[in-house]
């Protein structure tokens, strides 16, 4: 597979906390790559420097060969890489159609001052993203009203209202009640499959995983301890052991 | 509220605004200069969406009568120089706001109050081009080509300034609703979503910023031609925290809001400080008190009739 993603020897430390200590990732064309670890393992600095909110203290991030550590968020979403969040970032004082509404306005150039922002094509297809969401009947609520897992979905919805080439989300399901779990996967990836976007999640729910993604990494103390196919890597008792906490019975001594 | 009770408040306000000025003609100057902060608390306004408050606009007011007392002897027209001051403060707007649009709250508004007051100095300070604290006289304008007397001339700028203050209001009413307009409220409540979104938020305020500047210079020009004397003092801090309290009064729920404000605030100041001439400014701290206690969408939510 083809990557259009190339993180190459990344270094970034906190203090003395190796949150990337020499990081080798590709993602690949239409690839779904799912990374797991212990918490504060340095998964979402991953995202950070992907998207430009953090600067590697050292190595390269090539997008499609060209080097973007460094450059600011605004001109990496520019090329086509978007993200969601952990904690959902939303417009608080909006409505869940103007939130989104607002980043098709990104998206197309906001920068015409005399035209509405719920201009006629921009409103259908902010209603078209919240139907894939499940969230057409939310369009009018005001996004600091909104339960947990709404929020988070409006907040990835956003993300894909942009039609990024790449999508980082941290953390996609944690705060989703879990019958919703992989029913929300699953509407997120058919989209997802659709346009052939590629996906970097990482999380922490390991059905999700087995089941979403196409490939596994796994992070512990800023490197990369395993990485493949997830029925591999979610077998190997090490990860098992250390990241997932189950102690197999009939491992060995 | 709805467009069309909004478009008949507007309408009914100025009807009022001609009625009184015909039947009291010493309101004509009062009313002139409420239009005209009013104008200039819209500028503000605008910012107010972002979170932002400047303590630092009436610089702009200054600059831009300033600029038609310097240029009335030789652009002797009204209709040449309204324009004129406005873009120029709007051009001031834009040099000062790329300066102050990478900062926010606390910053954003002392760093206007800062290049408010050194702006304030110059003009006091240069007396050989300011004439310092004694300010300076605007000379006569024409109207169109046309001369006018006293009267005449009076209701030359009031009619200027309540059609300059529908076009602002309506201006503002579209850029509000405009992707840039709502995106102001976002660098209030998640900038950084801005930034990953590839809409730079920086670029959103400054635009706000050259709008509120052109507004303050609109204002500007149109109190010079009112009051024909500029001085210093119209760049003071204190006129600056003026136009704050008048959007505050009026409420920044809606573009007739500063313009409710301005009134009220000019009003409460005449009435005020002609019955209770050493208390007028405890008057007007005791209303807006109550408006910020009871009213705290000021006193365009009380004619929508909800609180905002």
């Known amino acids: ?253 | 509220m709805t467009h069309r009770r909004e478009a008949l408040l507007a309408l009914l306000f100025a009807l009022a605004v001609l009625a009184a000025a015909f039947a009291a003609p010493w309101l004509r100057f009062v009313l002139t200069l409420a239009l005209a902060k009013g104008i200039a608390a819209l500028g503000v306004m605008l910012l107010l969406r972002a979170g932002q408050v400047s303590f630092g606009h009436a610089m702009f007011v200054a600059f831009a009568a300033y600029a038609v007392a310097f240029l009335a002897g030789r652009v002797g027209d009204a209709l040449l120089l309204l324009p004129l001051a406005m873009l120029l403060t709007s051009l001031l707007g834009l040099v000062i706001g790329l300066f102050v649009a990478r900062y926010r709250e606390i910053f954003f508004g002392m760093l206007n109050l800062a290049l408010s007051m050194v702006f304030y100095s110059l003009l006091e300070k240069f007396y050989s081009i300011t004439h310092g604290t004694d300010g300076m006289r605007v000379p006569a304008v024409t109207w169109a080509g046309m001369a006018t007397e006293r009267v005449g001339g009076e209701w030359a700028v009031l009619v200027a300034a309540l059609v300059l203050a529908i076009g602002f209001a309506l201006l503002a009413r579209l850029y509000l609703a405009s992707p840039l307009g709502e995106a102001l409220q976002g660098i209030k409540t998640r900038e950084a979503r801005l930034e990953f979104m590839g809409l730079p938020p920086r670029r959103v305020l400054l635009v706000a910023y050259v709008l509120s500047a052109a507004m303050a210079g609109t204002a500007g020009a149109l109190i010079a031609l009112t009051t024909r004397h500029v001085t210093p003092l119209m760049g003071y801090w204190t006129a600056s925290g003026e136009l704050v309290f008048i959007v505050i009064l009026g409420g920044a729920g809606g573009v007739l809001g500063p313009f409710l404000g301005a009134v009220a605030y000019e009003l409460v100041r005449v009435y005020a400080a002609a019955s209770v001439a050493d208390a007028w400014q405890l008057i007007l701290g005791a209303v807006l008190l109550a408006v910020i206690l009871f009213a705290r969408g000021g006193l365009f939510s009380l004619l929508r009739g909800r609180r905002a």
Do not use: Y
């Open chain 1, 1 to 253: 597979m083809k990557p259009i993603l190339q993180a190459q020897g990344l270094r970034l430390a906190f203090g003395g906390v190796k949150a990337a200590d020499g990081i080798d990732l590709d993602v690949g064309e239409g690839e779904f790559l799912a990374i797991i670890g212990p918490n504060g393992a340095g998964k979402t600095t991953f995202i950070n420097m992907c998207t430009g909110w953090l600067k590697p203290q050292a190595g390269r991030i090539l997008w499609r060969g060209q080097d973007i550590a460094g450059l600011p968020p605004r001109r990496i979403t520019a090329k086509g890489i978007a993200r969601s969040f952990q904690l959902p970032q939303l417009f608080t004082e909006h409505t869940v159609l103007r939130n989104l509404a607002l980043a098709i306005a990104a998206r197309e150039g906001a920068f015409s001052l005399l035209r509405p922002l719920l201009r006629p094509g921009w409103t259908e297809e902010a209603m078209e993203i919240m139907r894939g969401f499940g969230l057409e009947f939310l369009a009018d609520t005001r996004a600091d009203a909104l339960n947990e897992g709404s929020r988070k979905l409006a907040d990835i919805a956003m993300a894909v209202a942009l039609k990024p080439r790449l999508l980082l989300m941290d953390e996609p399901t944690s705060g989703v009640a879990a019958s919703e779990k992989l029913g929300i996967v699953e509407t997120l990836a058919r989209v997802l499959r659709e346009t052939g976007v590629s996906a970097v999640f990482v999380e922490h729910d390991m059905e999700v995983v087995s089941r979403f993604a196409d490939r596994v990494a796994v992070w512990s103390q800023g490197r990369i301890v395993a990485n493949g196919p997830p029925q591999a890597v979610l077998a190997d008792p090490d990860v098992r052991r250390e990241v997932i906490g189950i102690e197999d019975a009939h491992a060995a001594p």
